[in-house]
């Protein structure tokens, strides 16, 4: 029996990704190559910069990932590549890539959304069991999803500014720490305790949104204060407490949704579900609650090509085709 197995691909932000999959679950390569250390030294991902480089690996990267899967581009079942949201130049380097694939071997190319991709990273561990709620948590998004069945999506709540992964790494960078700054944060977090009292934004009392920007500011404006009056800064209780405010309420709207859609399966995704006290919280919380709770392995849960065609592989199977008139679409809704 012939196996369906799916390339896929990602360029959305700093990491140029290619993976194989096959029907839907099984790793068969997962190749990334990341850009961190050459947007370290500007303090974040500088979008021209990711654009060029990924122009210099995506090559070399699919190759990569089709040899050590020992798949050969003509036996592919289909390429799927990640259309958006992400860095429009950045995109456009994966789209082009998965065109020409496409067009060269006449195998059917498959758009992906990028948080789709992140919650299918789950599904390679273990498949996903519906109805189930994501909780996607990275640099660009935050965002509560419902799926009743796969590639179906209904967003039930989403940031309404700041990316909690953003406030991390801004909140990082006021403290002189470098990108990417939720690591960093919480290597700090771990040498204090949370005694200061930052903003928890509940929003509307059955709100399932989330806003990062007011607790952000209010880190900047403690810190500011601070210095005018001289004050011994413990920046190790300031990064705890940051981090405590952000998991609270992302704990707390978490198992919200879960309650309101009576959904007894939690999915976390996403590159700041590699926070170890955001998946304890959430982990003790769930057990309470009696919801199952999914969360990947690190090197799943940040960006990376293999949640792209693990998801593209259900689109696909949908009869879902995209044409070569393909584009990217940084503001792409789910
Ligand atoms: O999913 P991802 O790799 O890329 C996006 O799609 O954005 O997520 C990257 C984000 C960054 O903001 C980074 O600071 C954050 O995930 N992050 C963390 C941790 N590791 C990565 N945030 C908090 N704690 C961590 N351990
Ligand atoms: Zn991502």
Known sequence: EQRCRILGIETSCDETAAAVVEDGHRLLSNVISSQVEIHRRFGGVVPEVASRRHVERITWIIQEALERAQVRQQDLSAVAVTQGPGLVGALLIGVAAAK??????????????????????????????????ALVVSGGHT???????????????????????????????????????????????????????FPRA?????????????????????????????LDINRADLAASFQAAVQEVLVEKAIRAAKQKKVSHLVLAGGVSANK????????????????????????CTDNAAMIA?????????????????????????
């Open 143 to 197: 965002e509560l999803i419902y799926m009743s069945d796969h590639y179906r999506f209904e967003r039930l709540g989403r940031t309404r500014d700041d990316a909690a992964g953003e406030a991390f790494d801004k909140v990082a960078r006021v403290l002189d720490l470098p990108y990417p700054g939720g690591p960093q944060i919480e290597a700090l977090a771990r040498e204090g305790k949370p005694v200061i009292d």
């Open 100 to 133: 020409a694939l496409s067009f060269a071997q006449g195998i059917p190319l498959v758009g992906v959304h990028h948080i789709a991709g992140h919650i299918y990273a789950s599904h390679l561990v273990k498949p996903l069991s519906f109805p189930v709620i």
């Open 202 to 230: 509940w929003l509307e009392p059955d709100s399932l949104d989330f806003s990062f920007s007011g607790l952000k500011s209010a880190v900047i404006n403690w810190l500011h204060n601070a210095r005018q009056r001289s």
């Open 277 to 300: 006290p955001l998946r304890e919280a959430l982990a003790k919380r769930c057990e309470r609650e009696g919801i199952d709770l999914r969360v990947p392995p690190l090197e799943l």
């Open 310 to 334: 693990a998801a593209g592989t259900y689109r696909f199977w949908e009869g879902e085709r995209d044409g070569l008139n393909l584009n990217a679409r940084p503001d792409l809704p789910l």
